[in-house]
């Protein structure tokens, strides 16, 4: 089965500055890459996504990156602020059924 | 958006009793439905498939006889704990798909 990586565990950055996590996954045939934010003892949201058939997407000051050939992708947020402080999900998984398989998260805290 | 609705949030239960949590997609048929599981601070692992009209398809080291999962119309998928023991206190979530998935609220179980 499909087993994702992401590190770091945890990320602590000054408000202003970018951060990144980074997750690599091992099944060749995963062609579906979203991302989630998730607050305690709610639902995983949606932040951004990415299929295989695109190498980058951006959404203001999110983006995520995408490397088939190495099977890694990453996330990107700019300009922290404080409220972007939460858990973060990478996944993986195929676009026929999304049965997706999680990395194992990172706490991201923005510094004022 | 799709979406998915999961009752109930919260739930406690004696042990040795049984426990069903319910999920709903509202707006679109879904044939197709995942339940996954998540302790605290941990990633989201998932438990099972859930097969409209046959049966659900676990993942390793699932127990399918403590985990009952009945998907009997296009929109309805159950997850029945039984015998409920305290280690079966978690947060469980569903996900179904509708161009990309999404997630249920989420029930968290208390087994006392």
């Known amino acids: 089965g499909e087993n994702v990586e992401q590190h770091p565990s945890t990320l602590s950055v000054q408000e202003g500055d970018s951060a990144v996590i980074k997750c690599t996954y091992s099944?060749?045939?995963?062609?579906?890459f979203p991302w989630y934010k998730q607050e305690l003892g709610k639902r995983p949201q949606l932040i951004i996504d990415?299929?295989?058939?695109?190498g980058e997407k951006k959404d203001q000051r999110i983006a995520v990156t995408l490397n088939k050939t190495a099977k890694h992708f990453s996330l990107h947020i700019t300009e922290t602020q404080p409220e972007d402080s939460a858990v973060y999900f990478c996944?993986?998984?195929?676009?026929?059924?999304?049965?997706?398989?999680f990395g194992a998260g990172t706490t991201v805290t923005v510094r004022a | 958006g799709a979406v998915v609705s999961q009752h109930p949030s919260r739930v406690i239960c004696k042990s040795g009793t049984s426990v069903k949590i319910e999920c709903r997609s509202l707006?679109?048929?879904?044939?197709?439905m995942f339940w996954y599981r998540q302790f605290p601070k941990k990633s989201l692992m998932l438990m099972a498939t859930?097969?409209?009209?046959?049966?659900?398809?676990?993942e390793q080291g699932v127990e399918k006889d403590k985990f009952l999962i009945n998907h009997a119309s296009l929109t309805l998928s159950t997850l029945t704990v039984t015998s409920a023991h305290p280690e079966d206190s978690s947060f469980y979530i569903c996900?179904?798909?509708?161009?990309?998935?999404?997630f249920g609220s989420g029930t968290r179980l208390t087994v006392v």
């Open positions: 996900s179904a798909s509708r161009g990309s998935p999404s």
């Open positions: 099944d060749s045939a995963s062609n579906y």
């Open positions: 990415i299929r295989s058939n695109v």
């Open positions: 996944a993986a998984g195929g676009s026929n059924d999304y049965k997706l398989s």
């Open positions: 707006d679109f048929q879904a044939t197709t």
């Open positions: 859930s097969n409209e009209g046959s049966k659900a398809t676990y």
